[in-house]
């Protein structure tokens, strides 16, 4: 018998192992251990910084300091029009003065119709505290905003007391050096949880034209650190500017490309909205914290404060000393590299740089083609089948996602349907998607050489670059800088020859040397995707949550194309693609299975009690996916679903079930004035609560309304949009009284259904319910109706 024949994939990697064999072994890893260093170091990079003691440095901002203002405000909650607010009110006017600020009390009626019914509307009291500067610039104020009313219920320690009290301390470190030469104008809005009314007033009563740069500051969640995830149009110098802070900064142009097509909104909607620039920073961190009892001083992550304070302060002193106009005539593209530097220029220059890098690539995809070192169809076979690959992903953690909510059905309940264990759903979505990535691989081993995978990835990586540079050009850095870091490899790719006929699977990939030669040159495109990407994933993850996975987990993928070509020749695969799966699946259903609520981490219900004097009846109601513990024993056996729109702008059926009543008066409807014209018949009404309530609702027939007039704003029934369905609803949040005016058709009448609420259930609905069990708790506000108590009457004028 002849000697044992070896092969690259056979030869022994032991101590007998030749060392250029063991070398090349080593030297064909780097494509996967170099990119995985990155990206864990790119990941753990997002974070804030360590918070300064009260004792620091008098002209740096600390968090120690800022806390003592943060308590006062985040004592309880504070929602608009609440005896509360005005006392946290009170004390940021007197701690304004003090810290030497002109400062305004602004009220205004405000409404919008930015959002659709229900249209909300109050009184609001702004508070403007101007620092003069000493040369005010001709293009107007710097404009720093945040908002100090809290959602109810909530103590509103992040939301947004983190910034009220950062503004604050950021004031002060202001006075410890010389005044700046621009006028700084600190904004703290009312009514931003209902709509960002206080801004829309602002807006109504000074305009844009005064204000040179709107810098607003916000918070979805705890901890974290801030992230600046929109920018205004013409915000290139701003964010230059926030590159020169020195303090971390997390930011790309891709958020900002998202956030401006979703209908989301802050207080800088209004600003935007209206013309000015600026920027928008929040932590998100922390979620289940989010206008929940929990958003307390003592939940707040100390880090975050920090990171809102000294960027806060150190653009101020920047952007207030700026010579010139702070508007630029560009928008720019713009990413963070482990929050050390941000890599700014203008949207001008990334589609030169788009178009050159698209034609050097097409260039050495012709050049390797005409040298055999690329198969024209199998590298368009490799593109689709990465295409494939990344639609695969997002279909199996999309599936894996609802086998959780089919194992934890609970997990409904909570808010966005975001679970607390999300560690282990995300394991288990990373080996699913791992799964897929080496089957693809296995699949293209004796097919595809790993020339043709690159190629094919990059092409995949030039069509998104060529459509993102012209849909959305702030998305276009994924993809510019992994193409370009992809062309020496290309390059070397397309110097080589080879057979025109499909390979053997020995012959399939380079061997020896050679492979690992051409696996290192994959090193660049995939350790530049890995800092690009991975943190953004991360983020992303945390901003759409695991219902959102999918997104994610896709855009990774899109990351990681060149892998296919670096593990195109791993013999190992057809073992780890079942093991991979089968660690996926395990780790999903141990999660779904085991997790059980507590104190810390309660499941959240809500129960409303409901007075229909209109129709004589007492109702529980109930948004909750299914009763818990608590619920059940209110709701009773007789619980059903119904429609509940009459009550609350609440699309889907709610449980209900027949209450004890309680006696609560409902709002009292009057028409205080009428008048009758040729074409038309106005009515002026009046509807006054009888308990304090916090808000009162009207509902209105579009079909008998011509148009309203709320609060300075016209709802002309035949604009108002199509959603808003048969009725539009009109809420009037922290009054006694709500007046409005309609007009109908003459000789028509004018049906007038109200409603008042008052938050939490009163008293008397509490010895009849008794306390919650410590594993569940009041849901927090803004998802679904809340704990409540709700009288309705209806009236014809």
């Not at 209902?194 to 607003?216: D, E, K, M, T």
């Not at 992303?540 to 990351?559: H, K, R």
């Not at 059926?653 to 040729?678: D, M």
């Amino acid at each position: 018998m002849g000697a044992p024949t070896t092969t690259p994939d056979t030869a022994p990697s032991g101590p007998s192992a030749p060392p250029a064999r063991r070398r090349a072994r080593l030297l064909r890893w780097l494509p996967l251990l170099v990119p995985a260093v990155l990206a864990v170091l790119a990941v753990l990079a997002v974070a804030p910084p360590d918070p300064l003691p009260g004792d620091a440095d008098p002209a740096r901002f600390s968090a120690g300091r800022a806390e003592a203002d943060l308590r006062v405000v985040a004592a309880e909650p504070h929602p608009l029009g609440s005896p509360r607010q005005e006392q946290v009110r009170n004390h940021l006017v007197s701690r304004l003065k003090e810290l030497g600020a002109r400062v305004d009390v602004e009220t205004d009626q405000a409404t919008t119709r930015a959002w659709g019914s229900p249209y909300p509307a109050a009184t609001v009291h702004n508070i403007v505290a101007t620092l003069p500067g000493r040369a005010p610039a001709a293009d107007g104020a710097l404009l720093v905003v945040a908002h100090y009313d809290s959602a109810p219920g909530s103590p509103g320690a992040a939301d947004d007391g983190a910034a009220v009290a950062a503004m604050l301390e950021c004031l002060r470190a202001l006075g410890t050096g010389d005044r700046p030469d621009r006028d700084v104008v600190f904004l703290f809005t009312d009514g931003e949880e209902l709509g960002a009314l206080g801004a829309r007033a602002y807006v109504r009563r000074h305009g844009v034209g005064g204000i040179a740069a709107v810098l607003n500051w916000e918070a979805r969640g705890s901890s974290g650190p801030a992230l600046m995830f929109e920018a205004g149009d013409g915000s290139a110098r701003l964010v230059r500017a926030l590159s020169a802070t020195g303090a971390p900064t997390f930011a790309n142009s891709l958020s900002y490309e998202v956030y401006r097509n979703m209908p989301n909104g802050s207080d800088f909607t209004a600003f935007r909205d209206a013309g000015a620039t600026g920027l928008n920073f929040a932590f998100i961190e922390g979620f289940h914290d989010y206008h929940d009892a929990s958003d307390s001083v003592e939940q707040l992550d100390r880090g975050s404060l920090q990171h809102h304070g000294e960027t806060m302060l150190a653009l101020t002193r920047m952007l207030a000393d700026a010579p010139g106009t702070l508007r630029s005539g560009h928008t720019a593209v713009y990413f963070d590299l482990f929050g050390r530097l941000l890599v700014d220029y203008p949207v001008r220059w990334a589609a030169a740089l788009a178009a050159l890098t698209v034609l050097a690539y097409a260039a050495l995809a012709v050049r390797g083609v005409r040298r055999g070192a690329l198969r024209p169809g199998r590298a368009a076979a490799a593109a689709g089948g990465v295409l494939l690959l990344t639609a695969a992903v997002a279909l199996a953690v999309t599936a894996q996602w609802w086998a959780a909510l089919a194992l934890s059905p609970e997990t409904r309940a909570l808010p966005l349907h975001e679970p607390y264990a999300r560690g282990g759903y995300v394991a288990a979505m990373a080996c699913a998607a791992l799964a897929l990535v080496l089957a693809a691989a296995r699949a293209g081993r004796g097919r595809l050489r790993p020339a043709e995978w690159l190629a094919g990835s990059a092409a995949v990586w030039a069509v998104l670059l060529c459509a993102a540079t012209v849909l959305a050009p702030g998305a276009g850095y994924l993809f510019q800088w992994p193409l370009l870091a992809a062309l020496p490899a290309l390059w070397a790719a397309a110097r080589g020859g080879g057979p025109a006929q499909a390979p053997s699977a020995a012959s399939a990939a380079p061997s020896g040397a050679s492979a690992a030669v051409a696996a290192t040159r994959l090193t660049a495109p995939l350790a530049v995707a890995a800092v690009l990407y991975a943190p953004l994933a991360d983020m992303l993850l945390t901003a759409l949550g695991l219902p959102l996975a999918a997104v994610a987990f896709a855009l990774l993928c899109l990351g990681a194309l060149p892998l296919l070509a670096a593990l195109g020749g791993s013999p190992r695969s057809r073992v780890t693609v079942p093991l991979a799966a089968a660690a996926g699946c395990a780790l999903l259903v141990a999660t779904a299975v085991r997790y059980d609520y507590d104190g810390a981490h309660p499941r959240p219900n809500a129960l409303v009690h409901v007075t229909d004097t209109a129709e004589r009846k007492s109702l529980w109601v109930s948004p909750d996916p299914e009763p818990d513990v608590w619920t059940s024993g209110v709701l009773g056996a007789g619980a059903r679903r119904a429609p509940v729109d009459h009550y609350f702008p609440f699309e889907q059926p709610a449980l209900t079930a027949q209450a004890p009543a309680l006696g609560t008066p409902a709002p009292e409807i009057a028409a205080t004035a009428e008048r009758t014209a040729a074409d038309r018949r106005t009515v002026d009404v009046r509807v006054t609560t009888r308990r304090d309530a916090w808000m009162l609702q009207v509902r209105l027939e579009r079909a008998a309304v011509l148009e309203c007039r709320v609060g300075g704003e016209r709802l002309v029934a035949a604009d108002l949009p199509e959603e808003d369905g048969a009725h539009f609803v009109v809420q009037w949040w922290g009054t006694a009284a709500a007046e409005f005016s309609c007009d109908t058709a003459p000789g028509r009448q004018l049906r007038v259904d109200a409603l008042d609420l008052t938050n939490g259930l009163p008293h008397e609905a509490l010895a009849l319910t008794g306390p919650r069990p410590g594993a569940v708790a009041a849901a927090p506000f803004g998802y679904a109706p809340t704990d409540a108590a709700v009288a309705r009457s209806v009236t014809t004028l």
